[in-house]
C-alpha cells in the first residue's frame, strides 16, 4: 500500500483530542482530591515531561523516518527490539481497553442506565473499527473537523461556567505546601501527558517539512492546558471539597450552574466525543503495531479481530466507575510511567550509542524497510 501521510496541523488536533480524552471527566477529581485548591498547578508541572516524551518520539521519527517505533526499536536494538515493540503492543491494547471502558461505564452511569456492558462495548468498537479500517489520512481529516466544533462548545461551556465562579475557592494557594501538587502533577504526567507513547505508531505519518514538530509540541500543551481550565472551572464553581468528592466532576459543575441543565447533555457529548477518539487512536495503534511487529503487508484483516480483543478485555479491567477512579489515580502512574517515558528514552540513548559507535542504523532493520506503510 502506499505511505499515507498527515499534516502537521491534523497531528496538532489528534494530539489535542487525544490528551483531553477521558481525562476531561477523570483527571479534576483525581487531582482536586489529592491536591485541593491547588490542583490547578498539576497540569502546568506536568507538561514539561510530556513535552520531553513527545520530543523524543520526533527525534526517534527523524533518525528513522518512515517506521514506527514497532519497527525501529528492531531497527536500534536488534532482536530484543521485539520485545520492547511487544510493549509498547501491550500498552496500546491496555490503554485502548481502559479507555473502551471509561466510555461504557459513564454511558451506563449518565445515559443508558442497566444496559449491559457487552452491547455497549460491543457498538462501541464496531464504530471504532469502521474509522479505523478508513486509514489515518481519513481519519484525521474527519476527526479534525469534529474536534474543532468540540473545541469551540468546550469554550463556550467555559466561559457559561465562569460567569458564576468564586475565585475565592482558589485561596489560599500552597496552603500544604508543594508536595500535594507534585504528586497530582505525577498523575497527569502519566494519565494522560505519558500515555502519547502510543503515538509512535501515528507521528512515522506526519508530512515532513520545516516547522512540522511544533505542531505537535503545540497539541499536547493545548490538551493540558483545557485541562488546566477543567480542574480551575470545577474548583471555582463547586469548590475543592465537593469537587474531589465527585466521580465525573466537571459534569456537577455544569448542572450546578443556573440553566447547566439545559448545557449538561452538551458536556456529555464533548466527552463522549473526545473520549472515543482516544480510543481510535488506540484501537489504529494496536492493529498497526501488531501488523508490524509481525510484518503484515496490510493491517486491516487484522481490525475486526483486535476489535474484539480490546472489547472483551475491557469487560474485565474494571468493576465499577468508582474502581476505574482509584485505578486512575493510584495504580496506572507506578505501572505506566515505567513504559511510557522509560522505553522512548531507552531507544533514543541506544540510537544515540549505534550513532557513537558507526554501527548503520539501517543494518538491523533491513527485513523492515519494505513493511507496509499504512
Known sequence: MSKAYI??????????????????????????????QDAWLAPFIALPPGLLLLALLLVLNK???????????QSILGWPGKAVGLLVIWFALHLGALVLRNIVSFIDV???VGTPSAVLCTTITLLAAYAVRLGIEVMARALGIALVLATVFFAILQGTAML????????????????????????????????????????????????????PL??????????????????????????????????????????GQILVTLMAVIWYFFSIFKFIICYYAF??????????????????PAGALLAVFSLFVYKSAIDELFFAQTVWPVYAIPLEYGI???????????????????????DTENNSRL
Open 110 to 112: 449518565i445515559f443508558l
Open 287 to 304: 492493529v498497526q503495531g501488531v501488523a508490524h511487529w509481525t510484518g503484515a503487508r496490510d493491517y486491516r484483516p487484522l481490525v475486526l
Open 7 to 36: 499534516s502537521p496541523q491534523q497531528l496538532f488536533l489528534l494530539l489535542l483530542g487525544f490528551v483531553v480524552g477521558t481525562a476531561l471527566f477523570l483527571v479534576p477529581s483525581s487531582a482536586i482530591g489529592q491536591a485541593g
Open 344 to 366: 522512548p528514552l531507552l531507544l533514543w540513548l541506544a540510537a544515540l550509542l549505534r550513532k557513537a559507535l558507526g554501527v548503520n542504523k539501517n543494518s538491523a532493520a533491513a
Open 218 to 259: 503545540a497539541g499536547l500543551a493545548a490538551g493540558l492546558f483545557m485541562l488546566f481550565l477543567s480542574i480551575e472551572r470545577s474548583v471555582t464553581v463547586l469548590g475543592p471539597a465537593v469537587a474531589a468528592r465527585a466521580i465525573y466532576t466537571p459534569l456537577v459543575t455544569i448542572n450546578s450552574i443556573p440553566g
Open 63 to 73: 533518525m528513522y523516518p518512515g517506521r514506527s517505533i514497532v519497527q525501529y526499536s
Open 164 to 215: 458564576f465562579a468564586q475565585f475565592d475557592n482558589l485561596l489560599p494557594v500552597l496552603e500544604k505546601g508543594w508536595l500535594p501538587v507534585l504528586r497530582a502533577a505525577v498523575g497527569i504526567a502519566s494519565f494522560p501527558g505519558g500515555e502519547i507513547l502510543v503515538f509512535g505508531m501515528v507521528i512515522y505519518h506526519l508530512k515532513p517539512g520545516r516547522g512540522a514538530a511544533w505542531y
